[in-house]
Structure formats: structure tokens, C-alpha cells
């Protein structure tokens, strides 16, 4: 079956610990991105990708990085400097352009402590 | 900047009844604007795509409008089933870049 994982679903971790949220697609789709979704408010665009080695900061990218060596994979990285991590993340991926649908997957709930 | 706006409260419909969400927007000109449905604790699922020279797009039981005067599209979910309970997201095309802008969604709920 063609989608997006991402892993793992829930990831509990402690404040000023670094982690990374996994996101792999096999829709042979150049167009991946990361959003946040936090209660009461629109998903929110962390960072996108429009090709294999090349990402874009969205409108909250601070204290998050990313990577995309690979056309299937666009880790998320959370990092101690992001001041509040604790979000619903969710990862899609698309054909280019805003005609298009976008794919998600099923999210990753992250609470720091 | 651009805002979207939907329908904070939820919605509560009885079903065989036709749930009607609202989307409107301020400050932008989309060239397209998509709903997709999400379920509590999973990602959003895509459901209908309207073209700004497009009034009107149906699938089944759906049907959206898109009206670029008013900045406003419907989204209307016919015969409603308790099935069709969910939140409601509708995005708008950045037209410059890849990007879409997400409205907060409406929590549809479907009464049997």
C-alpha cells in the first residue's frame, strides 16, 4: 500500500533533550512538509521540502531542523531551543504546487516534560 | 497577513439533515482552496479541490462552492450520517510557493 509513517506515535521526552520525529513516504511524491497542530488553531508549517536535498523554513521553523538526503524521508528534528514542543506533529507530501492534494500521515503526539 | 476563518463551534446536525461548514478568508485571492476531513488523533484526509473558475465541485455526498466576491466557500455534506462526524479543515493555495494556509477546522457531529 502507498502513504506516508510516520514513527513512533507517541514520544514522551524531557525538557533540553533533542528529538527526532520520523516521516517516510512511498509515493514517489518531490513535495514533503511538517506541520504542527496545536488545539484551537490551524496546522501550522514548520518546514518543506521541494526536492531531494533541498528544505524551505515555514512560518515556525525556529528551534526545529530538518533534512532530505533521501526523495522517501524528511526527518524532524525538535530541538531544546524550540520553547514549546509539546504539539501534535504531522508530516505530508504532495505533488508540487498548491493544486495538488496533500497526503498525511498519521502524526506524532510529542510531550516534553 | 492572510487570515481563514471556520466556524469555532461545533456544529450539530441531525442526520438524514445537510450539514452545511463555512470557510471565508480575508486579504488573499486563492487559486484554489481544499477540504479535508480529520479524525480525532490522525492526520487530515483529503476530500474535494475547487479551482477559483469553479463555482461549484461535487463527490458523492459533497459539494463545495467557491465564491472569490464574497471570499467564501461551502462545504455542504448531504443526507449526514454519524459517520461524517469529524473536523472539517479547508486550505487555501499560497500560488507562489508550495504552501497551503489551514483554517482551525469545524467539529461536525452528526446525531442519529
Known sequence: ?113 | SQKIEQNSEALNIQEGKTATLTCNYTNYSPAYLQWYRQDPGRGPVFLLLIRENEKEKRKERLKVTFDTTLKQSLFHITASQPADSATYLCALDMDSNYQLIWGAGTKLIIKP
Open chain 1, 1 to 113: 500500500d502507498g502513504g506516508i509513517t510516520q514513527s513512533p506515535k507517541y514520544l514522551f521526552r524531557k525538557e533540553g533533550q533533542n528529538v527526532t520525529l520520523s516521516c517516510e513516504q512511498n509515493l514517489n511524491h518531490d513535495a514533503m512538509y511538517w506541520y504542527r497542530q496545536d488545539p484551537g488553531q490551524g496546522l501550522r508549517l514548520i518546514y518543506y521540502s521541494q526536492i531531494v536535498n533541498d528544505f524551505q523554513k515555514g512560518d515556525i521553523a525556529e528551534g526545529y531542523s530538518v533534512s532530505r538526503e533521501k526523495k522517501e524521508s524528511f526527518p524532524l528534528t525538535v530541538t531544546s531551543a524550540q520553547k514549546n514542543p509539546t504539539a501534535f506533529y504531522l508530516c505530508a507530501s504532495s505533488e508540487p504546487g498548491g493544486a495538488y492534494e496533500q497526503y498525511f500521515g498519521p502524526g506524532t503526539r510529542l510531550t516534553v516534560t
